[in-house]
């Protein structure tokens, strides 16, 4: 009987200490995953309280320095100003994963040509083309200002670094080819995340008219971006377990992989011009990524680093140098 009362003890102990055990196990796990998730919540998801969202992102010293307006305000916001005087159309297209996708476009006189403006991480085209969309537009360029899923009016919950955003961007210029009786040159601009965007779209399928890319400060992937973010900014090297994570949330909630987001494989495949531009005093993405991009690209290309300038910065500190190389640029490939 002693016997008995004994072992059944011994099982209950050892009963607890097991339960014990998985609880610690799963409070740790649910730590190690939350951490991802807040990554996550912080670089991709982007649904609710867009305005605030942006305010804290912006509110890190690295993103600071590298807008355009901390040490170009008032072109910035002169330009910004400008762009909201126009008498724009909205146009609408529906992404492959069923999202309304929103876009403003504004004809020019006598036009040579269209370009299509992609904008960068959490921006807005009248931002991010503050200062180069007027120069375009008095010299012939039918602009579309694309609001990027999630931001402006375009519906969507996540931002996915360029893996659906360039899905979006061959499908905005094919909405532009539909609109182009006169069969003008087509160009895709972008920016940051936008221009990123605009090279992975390259590797696909887009109408005849597309002559060329124009890329300022584009990175070169998702994963790689991260990285330097997590290793600058952070001083962290060692990620691999966040990048697992945020992979992970990547498919689980947003429906594509990391690996998705990359410019690699499209510039093997590119055969359109890009221009290429990088400030080599970007700390928000390193001018590496652009040599990189500019490294593969087998098209012919063009590669302008402004010594002095910052994260979409070259325009406003050699503008006279960046309209003349944008200005050939079309007058070669038209």
Same mark, same amino acid.
Not at 5 to 16: H, L, R
Not at 181 to 194: R, T
């Given at each position: 009987m002693a016997n008995t !009362?004994?072992?059944?003890?011994? /099982? %209950?102990?050892?009963?607890?200490k097991i339960i014990k055990l998985f609880g610690a196990a799963l409070g740790a796990f649910a730590v190690f995953m939350a951490f991802g998730w807040s990554f996550f919540e912080m670089t991709v998801r982007f649904k609710d309280n867009k305005k605030l969202a942006r305010k804290k992102w912006f509110a890190l010293s690295h993103t600071k320095v590298n807008h355009p307006r901390h040490k170009f305000e008032k072109e910035y916001e002169e330009g910004k100003a400008w762009c909201a005087q126009q008498d724009m159309l909205d146009c609408y297209i529906t992404s492959a994963d069923g999202l309304t996708l929103h876009a403003s476009y504004l $004809?020019?006189?006598?036009?040579?040509?269209?370009?299509?403006?992609?904008? =960068?991480y959490k921006g807005s085209g009248f931002g991010d083309?503050?200062?180069?969309?007027?120069f375009l537009h008095e010299n012939g360029c039918n602009l579309l200002f694309i609001d990027q899923r999630c931001c402006g009016a375009s519906e =969507?919950?996540?931002i996915t670094f360029g893996a659906k955003e360039k899905y979006d961007v061959q499908r905005w210029a094919y909405y532009i080819a539909r609109q182009n009786?006169?069969?003008? $040159? !087509?160009?895709?601009? =972008?920016?940051?995340?936008?221009a990123a965007s605009v090279l992975m779209a390259s590797g696909y399928k887009l109408p005849r008219e597309v002559k060329g890319l124009i890329s300022d400060c584009g990175f070169r992937s998702m994963k790689g971006q991260i990285q330097d973010m997590a290793a600058n900014w952070f001083h962290l090297h060692w990620i =691999?377990?966040?990048?697992f994570r945020l992979n992970l949330f990547c498919a689980l909630f947003a429906g594509f992989h990391m690996k998705d987001a990359d410019t690699a494989e499209a510039m093997r495949e590119n055969q359109r011009p890009v221009l290429f531009f990088h400030g080599a005093k970007d700390t928000y993405v390193d001018p590496g990524n652009t040599i990189y991009n500019y490294s593969l690209c087998r098209a012919p290309k063009e590669l302008v680093i402004m010594s002095e300038a910052r994260h979409?910065?070259?325009?406003?500190?050699e503008p006279e140098r960046y309209k003349e190389k944008l200005l050939s640029f079309?007058? %070669? /490939?038209d």
């Open positions: !009362i004994e072992k059944e003890v011994g /099982y %209950q102990i050892m009963k607890n $004809p020019a006189e006598d036009a040579k040509r269209f370009v299509l403006l992609s904008h =960068g083309f503050a200062y180069t969309s007027r =969507g919950e996540c009786k006169e069969k003008l $040159p !087509i160009y895709l601009y =972008g920016e940051s995340m936008g =691999g377990l966040l990048l979409l910065c070259s325009a406003y500190e079309f007058e %070669q /490939y």
